[in-house]
């Protein structure tokens, strides 16, 4: 392969001629990032006052439910936890409801649905690693 060199020259004089090029510069603009809820990111769906979902890690994504009755009263489910879950430590905190699969019961009060979430999706984690 043959290489031929056609010119060299400074690049702080490029960087020069292009802010020519654009012009002369106002006031900086900040753009907001569009901020989104955890649940959102995590593809949940409310209506009527339920959330339906997944909890997702990087074992697999598991369906859930979570009801919000008012006043920060939060109910979280999973449809069917997995094997790992059931044969670990925080196995006693799912409490069978027919259809509604297992209620969560937290130590501590989740702040908001999305934390809630990540708290589950964090136990579930922890049982795959032996963890929990």
Known sequence: ????????????????SLGALMGP?????????RELPYWQVRGWAWHNGTYLGNYQTRFGAFQGLIEDRGQGDLRFYMLDPPQEVRSGSHWNCFQPRERKGFLVHMATKPWDVSSGIMAIERLITNAFEGKA
């Open 25 to 33: 510069r106002g006031p900086a603009v900040v753009i907001k990032r």
């Open 1 to 16: 392969m043959r290489v031929t060199e056609i010119g060299t020259r400074l690049i702080e004089r490029g960087f020069r």
